[in-house]
């Protein structure tokens, strides 16, 4: 090999040998071997050779082109495999640090409100049961709130649920109370949805009552099942499952007593067992009215656009605050509203805790 091949070669590795990162590297093999490099013109010069020459010579800028190459690829592939390294480096995650305290070293842990932990707790447990959630307004037309459901102007069942009437909206042409329980949300979504239905609506309800056990604000969830085919059977079933898995206890009794709702036919509430002197649940010989339900009244679906005939199914509401002081023995309805933060750490759920549910089968 001549001289200046050489020369060229050994140059051309020392460069990379010293290229710090794959860009100086890519600079020196565009240097040798890019359209105007060193190496690239003397493969083109080669024509420029005396013909006898030409072949040995060839043969050794080749030789030079391909120990280049060669020494391209031998540094790029250690260049890159420090770019990993340097990369996993700075990106590492210490998977066995240990976690940071909860709460943080001086700092006070929120909790979540037992009204909000029971309804997460029981949007699981239906949810389970494959029931959406559905909502509507506080402040609802009398038309929702009582005639759809059965209860016209004159009737008692108003009494029953007095509440708080508001100034008629100025054009509206009808009534706007405060809900006295989330059954509107039941003509509200067979108005606005084609059977088959399966939903539970928790929300606050409010009627004119104030005392120990009676807030003029308060908390329910309704259901509300339409099907072909839905039967007093599927109600039974579907709220003995619940209150077993929301009390986790799994064999918790419960009772259907015949009662009236006149947005229901047959129309039943629902106690459990319990022991009135100890407040136990599931223990003991008494029984505690926990909710309403029955099947939904056949002018309940008419009213609202569902033919009676075809379509049939249940409805259920329940008292959040009730079922909510049963399971965690909280005796006065007061504090849930009074945000002092001594009740509600101790009632309080730890954010992000996992249920601790009965299977709900
Ligand atoms: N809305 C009733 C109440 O507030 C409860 C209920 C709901 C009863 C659905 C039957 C069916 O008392």
Redesign the pocket.
């Known amino acids: 090999m001549s001289d200046d091949l050489a020369a060229l070669q050994s140059e051309t590795e020392a460069a990379i040998a010293a290229a710090a990162d794959l860009r100086a590297l890519d600079a020196v093999r565009v240097g040798a071997l890019g359209k105007s490099g060193q190496v690239t013109a003397l493969l083109k010069g080669l024509g420029a050779v005396p013909a006898e020459e030409r072949k040995a010579r060839g043969a050794a800028v080749n030789a030079v082109r391909q120990a280049v190459e060669r020494a391209l690829e031998a540094r790029k592939a250690v260049l890159e495999e420090a770019a990993l390294e340097a990369r996993l480096a700075a990106e590492r995650l210490d998977v066995s640090l240990p976690p940071r305290p909860h709460p943080p070293a001086g700092a006070e842990s929120g909790a979540i409100h037992p009204i909000a932990r029971t309804v997460e707790e029981l949007t699981a447990i239906f949810g389970a049961m494959g029931f959406a959630v559905a909502e509507g307004p506080d402040i609802e037309s009398d038309w929702y709130n009582f005639n759809a459901l059965n209860i016209p102007g004159h009737h008692p069942a108003r009494q029953d649920q007095d509440t708080f009437y508001l100034p008629p909206a100025h054009g509206a042409g009808f009534e706007t109370v405060l809900r006295t329980?989330t059954?509107p949300v039941q003509a509200r979504t067979m108005l606005s949805q084609e059977p088959p239905i399966r939903v539970i609506v928790p929300g606050r309800t409010y009627r004119a009552d104030h005392d120990a056990t009676h807030s003029p604000m308060f908390h329910?969830v309704?259901g509300l099942v339409i099907g072909r085919d839905i039967t007093l059977g599927h109600l039974k079933g579907c709220l003995i499952d619940f209150l077993r898995a929301f009390f986790g206890i799994a064999e918790l009794p419960v009772r259907f007593r015949a009662s009236y709702?006149p947005?229901?036919e047959p129309?039943m509430e629902v106690d459990i067992g319990w022991d009135r002197r100890t407040g136990e649940l599931g223990k003991g010989s008494d029984w505690l009215e926990i909710l309403?339900?029955?099947m939904v009244h056949p002018k309940v679906l008419a009213n609202c656009g569902i033919d009676p005939r075809q379509w049939q199914g249940f409805?259920?509401?329940m008292g959040i605050e009730r079922i909510t002081m049963l399971k965690h023995g909280i005796a006065d309805l007061r504090p849930f509203y009074e945000s002092d933060v001594r009740w509600l750490r101790h009632y309080g759920a730890p954010v992000l805790s996992p249920y601790t549910l009965h299977d709900a089968g």
Do not use: I, K, N, V
């Open positions: 329980h059954s329910q309704e709702f947005f229901t129309s309403g339900s029955g409805a259920f509401g």
